[in-house]
């Protein structure tokens, strides 16, 4: 039974044409579900999958909902947190004034994620014992924003005091290096054994050029995307109490 009186969880996504997308989003909110059953959960994308952001906040302002927090299903905040999600929250807001519309941070960067890679890896073969031996190829979708690149490199930067022999990052677009790059140069410099740990949310193009590059340059070890992992699940809502305790912000323009 959810509860009247907590905002509605609105999850967006960026939406692909890989069914494996949708799929594994909803995966997410079920194991969101599954943590706080009285918290209602929806689903939505950007674009190619249904339902639609507006559509759904259209639907839930038509039943009578009157608070939603929108989180973006993001692990860095570039264009689509900064821009395309304030742009679609903002017309909702315009067509339902009654709606409490707020928009929670991006995922990313959280100690939480760090533990869902390395959740990843250990389920890929990698064994905790092997940490000072391996270096990891961080590697993300890449982006434009420099503001993302920048949050990419600090987050290997970080990772890599845990105790691994090196974390580099990697990109799978718009950013140099690319996976089998970084791969190839921890082998120049003599990593006894090189794992691939995509930081990307759900299967898709991107994250299959990722497993591409991590073939290519012969990696040890490719570990599965993020997923419905138990810390991602918990790292929502986390965002979500966040968003629900804070001062509203105007969305930006």
């Known amino acids: 039974m959810s509860d009247p009186t907590a905002p509605t969880l609105l999850i967006i996504a960026h939406g692909s044409r890989d ?3 949708a799929a594994t989003v909803d995966a997410l909110c079920a194991r969101v579900r599954s943590l706080r059953p009285e918290l209602r959960v929806e689903p939505s994308f950007l674009d190619f999958n249904a339902p639609r952001v507006g ?3 259209n639907r839930l302002a038509d039943e009578g909902a009157t608070d939603v927090i929108a989180l973006p299903l993001l692990l860095t905040r570039a264009f689509h947190a ?3 999600i304030p742009a679609v929250l903002r017309e909702a807001r315009a067509r339902h004034p009654r709606l409490a519309l707020r928009q929670a941070e991006v995922l990313g960067p959280s100690p939480l994620l760090t533990q869902a890679l390395e959740r990843r890896l250990y389920e890929a073969g990698l064994r905790p014992a092997d940490r000072r031996s391996t270096g990891v ?3 993300s979708a890449g982006s434009t924003d420099p503001e993302a690149i920048a949050v990419i490199a600090e987050i290997a930067r970080e990772w890599r005091h845990t ?3 090196a974390v580099r990052p990697a990109f799978a677009s718009a950013s140099l290096p690319r996976t089998e790059d970084a791969v190839r140069a921890l082998r120049a410099e003599g990593v006894a054994h090189v794992a691939v740990a995509p930081y990307v949310l759900a299967p898709g193009r991107l994250p299959d050029r990722i497993a591409a590059g991590a073939r290519a340059g012969g990696a ?3 570990a599965d995307v993020l997923g419905p992992a138990p810390e991602l699940a ?3 809502l986390d965002r979500y109490d966040e968003a629900r ?3 509203p912000v105007p969305l930006s323009a």
């Open 19 to 21: 069914p494996r997308h």
């Open 55 to 57: 559509r759904i906040l």
């Open 82 to 84: 900064k821009a395309d």
């Open 137 to 139: 190829v961080l590697a």
């Open 163 to 165: 105790g691994w022999c």
């Open 220 to 222: 040890d070890i490719l």
């Open 234 to 236: 918990r790292l929502l």
């Open 245 to 247: 305790v804070a001062e």
